[in-house]
């Protein structure tokens, strides 16, 4: 069948014999899957939750309950993580740290800060979303000076933009306006030097940054 395609289309059956063939077919419903993720998340949500009705597992709870995450459902979400975390699965750190993103999402700073108290040790924390939200949710409870110091540890990483983007934030909210200027002036000249797929990914907070520098520029430095 695919002589035929190729003799007579031999452009698109090229192409089409290639991602068939040569793709296993667990790369094509990967692609497929992620395709109808982005395009249709109310399928995906139900084909998930018909999984789960039919099979209530660890697995089939954290995959949904990272659907409900991801399209804003944060309550749904925390209730799935939350009634996962027993067993051998009470300290499961993925469940752990997406339920620290979505304690943060409905304001529960105290529960983020507990959270994180358990997650802190593992090798990746340092540089992991968790720790920035470990900072912001101390900073929103008032313990400044804790949140500071998780602030600076995460400024010594290079190309963690959005980290020092917040960091700067925390100054000029507390009137450390100079310190704050430097911060932002630092990310944008740093800008430049990042490779094409390091500014893509912090082209947002670079963004934001000279924002913010337009701002500082109408306060005294």
């Known amino acids: 069948m695919w002589i035929w395609v190729i003799v007579f289309l031999p452009l698109v059956g090229s192409i089409a014999y290639i991602f068939i063939e040569m793709f296993n077919r667990a790369d094509v419903q990967n692609v497929q899957s992620g395709v109808s993720a982005?395009?249709?998340?109310?399928?995906?949500?139900?084909?998930?939750?018909?999984q789960l009705r039919f099979s209530d597992t660890f697995s089939n709870r954290v995959n949904l309950?990272?659907?409900y995450l991801a399209?804003?459902?944060t309550e749904k979400a925390i209730r799935l993580y939350e009634g996962s975390l027993t067993g051998a699965f009470i300290e499961n750190e993925h469940v752990l740290t997406q339920l620290s993103a979505a304690y943060f999402q409905v304001h529960r700073y105290t529960d983020v800060i507990a959270i994180n108290k358990k997650i802190c040790k593992l090798p990746q924390y340092p540089r992991s979303k968790a720790h920035l939200l470990y900072a912001m949710a101390l900073e929103q409870t008032g313990s400044n000076e804790m949140a500071e110091k998780e602030y600076r540890s995460m400024k010594i990483w290079f190309d963690y933009f959005e980290a020092r983007y917040r960091y700067g934030l925390f100054l000029a909210k507390n009137n450390r306006i100079h310190e704050a200027h430097q911060i932002f002036t630092e990310m944008v000249d740093e800008f430049t030097q990042?490779?094409?797929?390091?500014?893509?990914?912090?082209?947002?907070?670079v963004n934001s940054a000279k924002e913010q520098l337009r701002k500082l520029s109408l306060q005294p430095v």
Request: charged share 40%; no cysteine; aromatic share 6%.
């Open 38 to 50: 982005v395009f249709n998340p109310t399928g995906r949500i139900k084909k998930l939750e018909e």
């Open 65 to 67: 309950a990272d659907a």
């Open 71 to 73: 399209i804003g459902q």
């Open 194 to 205: 990042l490779s094409s797929r390091e500014k893509r990914n912090n082209r947002e907070w």
